[in-house]
Nanobody, 128 residues
Framework: QEQLVESGGGSVQAGGSLRLSCAASRYTYSSYCMGWFRQAPGKEREGVAAIDTDGSTSYGDSVKGRFTIYKDNAKNTIYLQMNSLKPEDTAMYYC??????????????????????WGKGTLVTISS
């Protein structure tokens, strides 16, 4: 059964930090790739970060050095640690999984249509 449930969103001031969590069903967590996307008002959904089953990671250029994606296999959960947050990071953040294709390295960035399963999202608001 496919299931992705995000949590951890909220409102913080610029410069602050948040950690997003995505709890997956056992089936979905076994996907080759899991990642985070975001969509700001009036903009297209974009890839933020991805992590493959072997632990390889990739990041969008705008978040490199500030965000870290990691996973806890015991909890079937991936996380997105977001530091040095900026107002332009304000968006709905979605967890997604790609069942049988990797996302990192030469596969990155992955278009939204390349992902197989999606969560409902968690809202992140950064004030200046």
């Amino acid at each position: 059964q496919e299931q992705l449930v995000e949590s951890g969103g909220g409102s913080v001031q610029a410069g602050g930090s948040l950690r997003l969590s995505c709890a997956a069903s056992r089936y979905t967590y076994s996907s080759y790739c899991m990642g985070w996307f975001r969509q700001a008002p009036g903009k297209e959904r974009e890839g933020v970060a991805a992590i493959d089953t072997d632990g390889s990671t990739s990041y969008g250029d705008s978040v490199k050095g500030r965000f870290t994606i990691y996973k806890d296999n015991a909890k079937n959960t991936i996380y997105l640690q977001m530091n040095s947050l900026k107002p332009e990071d304000t968006a709905m953040y979605y967890c997604a999984a790609r069942r049988f294709i990797y996302c990192s390295g030469s596969y990155w960035p992955v278009p939204t249509y390349g992902m197989d399963y999606w969560g409902k999202g968690t809202l992140v608001t950064i004030s200046s």
